[in-house]
């Protein structure tokens, strides 16, 4: 299967205690690290501080190429889904002028009662649910306007969150808006077969986040009652094919797909005993040569 595989810079950010901006390296360092590490595209975040033609010749200059990044805002919060329009389309307008036409988007992971008890649909609320619908609805119009079709990314400690909530937003969001943009890891936190929701939707599939995840983790963490924070700080999620997910099952209902595929790993867990991104980007990289484009 030939694809196209780029790797989320995340790694290089994520820490066992949360965000460290200031653990990643310059940019032109990060990204020969990355080229370096087996990868040949990278999730597209641009800094606030930076244009996009700068950006740009950084990719020229490591030889990456740009694949689709993220946006995400708190639907369900009226002050941020006034802003997300505009936003949205800003995003959008960048992914188009470096060749993409997909970006994921999501609700951000700021639904408290799900932050307190991670991958349950806790404190599930039709109304909220509406409303987080109706303002991504919005958005996503605005980035297809713009030539960019956004990608649903369900998200452990949203308001979508389970494979219920997800169903529910590609059933309201008209097909020609939104596209499914699933995360293997954050579906099977929930409980959900990645391999059958993803083949119940494949002709919508716009992009992947490829993720694992450890479910000992994950069960540990429930019973022990900690939050989406401490359980990811447990290493929940690891690259694929280290964990629990069946991506031989995943990979083959995905095998006629052929858009962007992205690696995503929180927090570096290899090698052992002193883990480092670059490592863990390496060996994510090799098996995705091993078993996407060998």
């Given at each position: 299967?030939?694809?196209?595989?780029?790797?989320n810079p995340l790694t290089w950010v994520m820490t066992p205690g949360g965000r460290d901006?200031?653990?990643?390296?310059?940019?032109?360092?990060?990204?020969?690290?990355?080229?370096?590490?087996?990868?040949?595209?990278?999730?597209?975040?641009?800094?606030?501080?930076?244009?996009?033609?700068?950006?740009?010749?950084?990719?020229?200059?490591?030889?990456?190429?740009?694949?689709?990044?993220?946006?995400?805002?708190?639907?369900?919060?009226?002050?941020?889904?006034?802003?997300?329009?505009?936003?949205?389309?800003?995003?959008?307008?960048?992914?188009?002028?470096?060749?993409?036409?997909?970006?994921?988007?999501?609700?951000?992971?700021?639904?408290?009662?799900?932050?307190?008890?991670?991958?349950?649909?806790?404190?599930?609320?039709?109304?909220?649910?509406?409303?987080?619908?109706?303002?991504?609805?919005?958005?996503?119009?605005?980035?297809?306007?713009?030539?960019?079709?956004?990608?649903?990314?369900?998200?452990?400690?949203?308001?979508?969150?389970?494979?219920?909530?997800?169903?529910?937003?590609?059933?309201?969001?008209?097909?020609?808006?939104?596209?499914?943009?699933?995360?293997?890891?954050?579906?099977?936190?929930?409980?959900?077969?990645?391999?059958?929701?993803?083949?119940?939707?494949?002709?919508?599939?716009?992009?992947?986040?490829?993720?694992?995840?450890?479910?000992?983790?994950?069960?540990?963490?429930?019973?022990?009652?900690?939050?989406?924070?401490?359980?990811?700080?447990?290493?929940?999620?690891?690259?694929?094919?280290?964990?629990?997910?069946?991506?031989?099952?995943?990979?083959?209902?995905?095998?006629?797909?052929?858009?962007?595929?992205?690696?995503?790993?929180?927090?570096?867990?290899?090698?052992?005993?002193?883990?480092?991104?670059?490592?863990?980007?390496?060996?994510?990289?090799?098996?995705?040569?091993?078993?996407?484009?060998?």
């Amino acid at each position: 299967m030939t694809a196209l595989v780029g790797f989320n810079p995340l790694t290089w950010v994520m820490t066992p205690g949360g965000r460290d901006p200031d653990a990643a390296p310059p940019l032109p360092e990060l990204f020969r690290q990355l080229k370096e590490a087996g990868f040949d595209a990278i999730h597209v975040e641009i800094p606030e501080s930076m244009s996009l033609a700068d950006y740009r010749g950084l990719l020229s200059d490591a030889g990456l190429a740009a694949a689709p990044g993220y946006f995400q805002t708190a639907f369900a919060d009226p002050a941020a889904a006034a802003r997300a329009v505009e936003h949205a389309a800003q995003a959008a307008a960048q992914h188009a002028e470096l060749g993409l036409n997909r970006i994921f988007i999501a609700d951000r992971v700021a639904a408290q009662p799900r932050l307190d008890r991670p991958g349950v649909g806790a404190g599930h609320d039709e109304n909220v649910l509406t409303r987080v619908i109706d303002n991504l609805a919005l958005a996503a119009e605005a980035m297809v306007a713009e030539g960019v079709t956004p990608c649903l990314h369900q998200h452990v400690g949203t308001w979508i969150e389970t494979e219920a909530e997800t169903e529910r937003v590609l059933a309201e969001v008209d097909e020609s808006l939104l596209l499914f943009g699933p995360d293997t890891g954050h579906l099977a936190w929930v409980s959900a077969d990645p391999a059958a929701i993803i083949g119940r939707h494949l002709p919508r599939v716009g992009a992947v986040h490829l993720k694992d995840l450890h479910r000992t983790v994950v069960d540990a963490a429930l019973a022990d009652g900690q939050g989406y924070p401490a359980t990811a700080g447990r290493l929940a999620f690891t690259g694929p094919g280290r964990g629990d997910v069946d991506f031989a099952a995943v990979l083959r209902t995905l095998s006629r797909f052929d858009g962007w595929y992205v690696v995503e790993i929180d927090i570096p867990d290899a090698p052992a005993g002193k883990p480092n991104a670059r490592e863990t980007a390496r060996l994510a990289a090799d098996w995705v040569h091993a078993t996407m484009t060998g």
